[in-house]
């Protein structure tokens, strides 16, 4: 039994051990009279729509209708979370969104919605280590050689990113390691990886969703981490600290949705969905895969999340650590 594997089941008895409001949300099921929409503010293929549609995969028997994930991506994610936040609250329309969500708030001006107010959370879902990946081709195997080349060439060297959290990650590094990258955006963690894998891109910040499919080609490798310490989803990869970035350490999450008119008690029945959906084996065994954490909290607790999460972005700000991006 691999460590992934230990930490999973270990975390089972978790999720069966639902909160008040869930288990009360139980007596009530979510039983919406029409087909579920699940708004991804994301394109296809990356990491987040390949979670998207594995949780919706896994909730359907529990809802008795389809759950159709909807990408709606462009503009950071805002396009689709402004389509969320305009939906009816009556539970057929949720969305799924990762942490630059609250971050947008912070470098994108003149948002039509407030990432807190404009939205009543269900469901964090995951706790999420992000990568430094590059393609084997490249003149660097690991990040000294590419502090190096990065050194050697001020300004040369181009990291990818998808998202506001992953071009912070990027320029968080380059900052920390004293060194100037130039960031090179995608609209999605797929359309990335497939110029790291045709070794067009140097290197790219991504989740473990997008990265994990690409590690058994022999064309991709895992440089770093972004978390303190190693994760026992990749153990022979060092986190950005052990690889010489002193004070690196950066982790993602994604969460579930709906529109500020869904009532908090249809909130949690949804959750309760979600945490039958997770004691799925079949599930389990997806999250494994994709080198994704299991994090399950209820709509009160995620709303307690989020407020720090939000909190850490506007220090973020003020310190100057992060800008404005228009």
Not at 165 to 179: C, K, N, P, Q
Request: one cysteine or more; charged letters at 15%; proline letters at 8%.
């Amino acid at each position: 039994m691999t460590l992934a594997t230990r930490r999973a089941l270990l975390a089972a008895p978790a999720l069966l051990a639902l909160p008040a409001g869930a288990a009360r949300a139980q007596g009530q099921p979510w039983a919406p009279g029409r087909p579920v929409r699940v708004i991804l503010p994301y394109p296809p293929g990356g990491g987040t729509d390949i979670l998207a549609r594995a949780v919706a995969e896994a909730m359907r028997p529990a809802v008795g209708q389809p759950i159709v994930v909807e990408n709606r991506p462009g503009a950071n994610g805002a396009i689709g979370s402004d389509a969320l936040s305009k939906a009816e609250g009556d539970g057929s329309t949720i969305g799924m969104v990762t942490s630059t969500h609250t971050l947008n708030k912070y470098v994108m001006g003149n948002l039509s919605y407030d990432p807190i107010g404009d939205f009543q959370p269900i469901a964090k879902m995951t706790t999420q280590t992000l990568v430094m990946v590059s393609g084997t081709s490249q003149p660097f195997a690991d990040v000294a050689g590419l502090l190096a080349a990065a050194r050697a060439r001020p300004g040369a060297i181009g990291f990818g990113q998808t998202e506001a959290v992953t071009r912070f990650a990027g320029t968080e590094f380059a900052r920390l390691a004293g060194v100037q990258m130039v960031d090179v955006p995608y609209r999605g963690g797929g359309l990335m990886m497939n110029d790291i894998v045709a070794g067009h891109l140097p290197c790219g910040w991504t989740s473990t969703a997008s990265a994990m499919p690409h590690l058994s080609t022999g064309r991709v490798r895992v440089l770093c981490v972004s978390t303190a310490q190693r994760t026992p989803l990749l153990p022979d990869v060092p986190s950005a600290q052990e690889a010489g970035v002193a004070g690196y350490d950066i982790s993602s999450w994604v969460g579930m949705f709906g529109p500020k008119t869904l009532p908090v008690s249809v909130a949690e029945s949804i959750h309760a969905a979600v945490a039958t959906a997770y004691r799925d084996p079949a599930l389990v065994q997806r999250f494994q895969t994709l080198g994704l954490e299991m994090d399950l909290r209820p709509p009160a607790a995620f709303a307690q999340f989020l407020a720090t999460d939000d909190a850490r972005w506007a220090d973020a700000l003020q310190q100057g650590r992060i800008q404005k991006i228009n």
